[in-house]
């Protein structure tokens, strides 16, 4: 009975890595990596033997060769899962050499001359025994560099993964949105593209923030909770602040709805705080308040809601932020 729920433990773990597992089809078939693609895919066929993918960090090339070696898995064929390449020079056991084998990070072993040396070594035997080989480098090594380090370099194949375009970019946040189960609308992909920090991993992990929250972020709308969640990850890079299209929006309607009682300053308090769901301390470092005295403003408009000339600025504000988030340029 136990070994029966023993056997059945390592099935379910089975399938679990499976599903985590990121094959061909989570990957974003865009210009700027499809070379790679069509790559890693004649090399998972056994039909180009040895492959070097020179690619920007974050950006699609330790996927790849999970998905080389997933597909090569689904076809029945033996293969080594892909390893880092300094692992793979420095420790001794290699028991299953004849396999075709994927190397991430080459670079990284060339920090250390000895493990270097040794890397090229083991290459050079694979290369003589005709065992299929896949590495890969960051762009920060030149395909000139790599094909002077690689043994028998006429015999490689090389492609390259390059900085995604702005329309790429967009592709890739709904592509990983998909692959995640999570429901984008426009803004939100577009905000995601333009003016999330860092790479490929970074709007994986921004997809993953909104989805701890909830899966369905497809109304339009919604890309105003969205900025408050992103918030520190979208903030300040390219001068571009969620903060500033709240202030010139309230601003601009105030300038024709404007409320006895109510300053502009309070509406937008409001609007960061109990729309766009900013913390206290970020709308006052914002606005040059205490964090009591934000939160102060802002409740004093929600108390006040029920005044009809105050609800009417405060839709049109929120319907402002809305359609000026819904730009390409946000």
Known sequence: MIQ????????????????RTKGFADLAAIPSN???????????????PFV???GAAGWGKTHLLDAVAQYMKLRG??????????????????TDE???????DVQDAWTNMRTKQELRRLLERRIRARRHTMVSF????????????LPNSRDWGYQAILQPTKAERDHIVRQIADSEGVKFSKPIVTLISRHLFGNGRSIQGAVHTLKLMRHGWSRRDDVCQAC?????YIHGENGWDPRDVVMDVVSNTFACHSVEGVSSEQVCAYMLISQMGLSEYDVATFLGVSPTKAYAMSNGVKLQLAD????????ACYDGVVRSLDTDSC
Do not use: H, W
């Open 4 to 19: 029966k729920s023993i056997e059945s433990l390592g099935r379910v773990e089975q399938a679990a890595e499976e599903r």
């Open 34 to 48: 499809l070379g790679a693609i069509e790559a890693g895919t004649r090399f998972a066929e056994g039909i180009t």
């Open 52 to 54: 070097a993918v020179i």
């Open 77 to 94: 064929t033996p293969t080594n899962r892909p390893i880092a390449a300094t692992i793979y020079a420095t420790f001794p056991d290699r």
């Open 98 to 104: 004849q396999m075709p084998l994927m190397l991430d």
């Open 138 to 149: 960051t762009d920060t090594v030149s395909r000139q560099e790599a094909s002077r380090y």
């Open 228 to 232: 408050g969640v992103l918030m520190p």
């Open 308 to 315: 009809p000339a105050l609800s009417k600025c405060v839709l």
